[in-house]
């Protein structure tokens, strides 16, 4: 999957209600102050793109495995060693970004799929961003992307819901919970706002990371993959780490066309309707 490896990676910690809790890293935000209590806790890297010229330099702030191409739209490769992994289900976008003096100016998200932001679960790291990216095949986006007519209330987005499962020993479990993407704590235009304004005043501070030095160093990339947050878990999810020949299966569909029974129809027969859906589907090595 090369296609996006020109692109910004970038995640949104905290956009969905207790799924922190969940993930066991509420206490890794707690120095972290936010403007709202529903507000995102802050946003991480997950790929920094290497520029096509030197930027003085300034890449050397950015760390080397955060420039090792994490996506696959087919597979999960686990860490070596015995640590745990969980798959976080989410809505990632594609977007466009405008520059004005230098600086981060416009955010305009253009396509909108299923995503996997897959994370390992330790203790210790000094910054989120140190879960995120173990090397290749550690990320997921669907090949099928839904074209947005417009990131606000009206628009196409209005219809998707998310769901997410794990396929373990033949069975199919629900991992994540079926949920409206307005169940978003920050969606549309505050959440543009919200990224644009984070990403420029966004400082190293606890688990956070400068962004904008990020994306200088960068040689300021036009085009961002940005994950907006991982929905909560369902029980078993919550319980359940990644293991060898498991499939976590993430879809975002259009709930007016679409019944979250016919959903689970087909991932158990793994036949999806790509017309009102965007599928990963990635089986555990």
């Given at each position: ?101 230098g600086k981060l100016s416009k955010i305009t998200p253009t396509f909108f799929g299923a ?171």
């Amino acid at each position: 999957m090369p296609k996006y490896e020109k692109f910004l990676g970038l995640g949104i910690a905290g956009n969905f209600a207790l799924h922190l809790a969940q993930a066991g890293e509420l206490e890794y935000f707690k120095d972290i102050i936010t403007a709202e209590e529903a507000a995102p806790k802050g946003i991480f890297p997950f790929f920094l793109p290497k520029p096509n010229f030197p930027v003085d330099g300034l890449f050397l702030h950015a760390k080397d495995i955060l420039s090792t191409y994490p996506l696959s739209s087919a597979i999960i490769r686990l860490p070596k060693g015995d640590l745990n992994v969980q798959a976080e289900p989410e809505v990632g976008l594609i977007c466009d970004l405008e520059y004005t003096a230098g600086k981060l100016s416009k955010i305009t998200p253009t396509f909108f799929g299923a995503y996997n932001d897959c994370s390992i679960r330790v203790d210790g790291v000094k910054k989120i961003s140190d879960k995120k990216n173990w090397g290749e095949d550690t990320k997921g986006f669907s090949n099928t992307l839904i074209p947005i007519d417009k990131f606000e209330e009206g628009g196409v987005m209005d219809n998707y819901s998310i769901t997410s499962f794990l396929r373990r020993d033949g069975e199919v479990h629900a991992y994540g919970e079926d949920v409206q993407l307005s169940g978003y704590s920050y969606f549309y235009e505050k959440l543009l706002d919200w990224m644009l304004n984070q990403i420029t005043t966004q400082e190293d501070f606890g688990p956070l990371e400068a962004i904008e030095e990020y994306i200088l160093a960068c040689g300021n990339p036009k085009e961002a993959l940005i994950s907006i947050g991982a929905t909560r878990y369902t029980e078993y999810g919550e319980k359940t780490f990644l293991k060898l020949h498991d499939e976590v299966v993430v879809v975002v569909y259009n709930s007016k066309h679409l019944s979250s029974e016919a959903i689970l129809e087909c991932v158990k027969n793994s036949s999806y309707d790509t017309l009102n859906m965007s599928v990963l589907a990635q089986k555990v090595l």
